[in-house]
Nanobody
């Protein structure tokens, strides 16, 4: 069983920045594919960014050039640096660890972009 815990959410003004962190348990962390997803009220959960064990990244078109996903295998942690935040980025952000045939989700962290 892999435990996933997100942190770093909060309230930020439009144009501001925030860095989310996601800690995942397990000695196999370096092999996990990690991803950030978000779910806004009344909308389906959507993919934001992923990073593979080799460091390859993928971004949704809506966040390209603004968000950066990275990982620190020594700390079993993946990050999402979010710059240029917009009100439409307001959502609960979830972290997912993919290992073997299973997905492990965190509880989510709220990000609110508002003046």
């Amino acid at each position: 069983q892999v435990q996933v815990v997100e942190s770093g959410g909060g309230l930020v003004q439009p144009g501001g920045s925030l860095r989310l962190s996601c800690a995942a348990s397990g000695s196999g962390f370096s092999f996990y594919t990690m991803g950030w997803y978000r779910q806004a009220p009344g909308k389906q959960r959507e993919l934001v960014a992923t990073i593979t064990s080799s460091g390859s990244t993928y971004y949704a078109d809506s966040v390209k050039g603004l968000f950066t996903i990275s990982r620190d295998n020594a700390k079993n942690t993946v990050y999402l640096q979010m710059n240029g935040l917009k009100p439409e980025d307001t959502a609960v952000y979830y972290c997912k660890a993919h290992w073997g045939l299973r997905d492990y989700w965190g509880q989510g962290t709220q990000v609110t972009v508002s003046s």
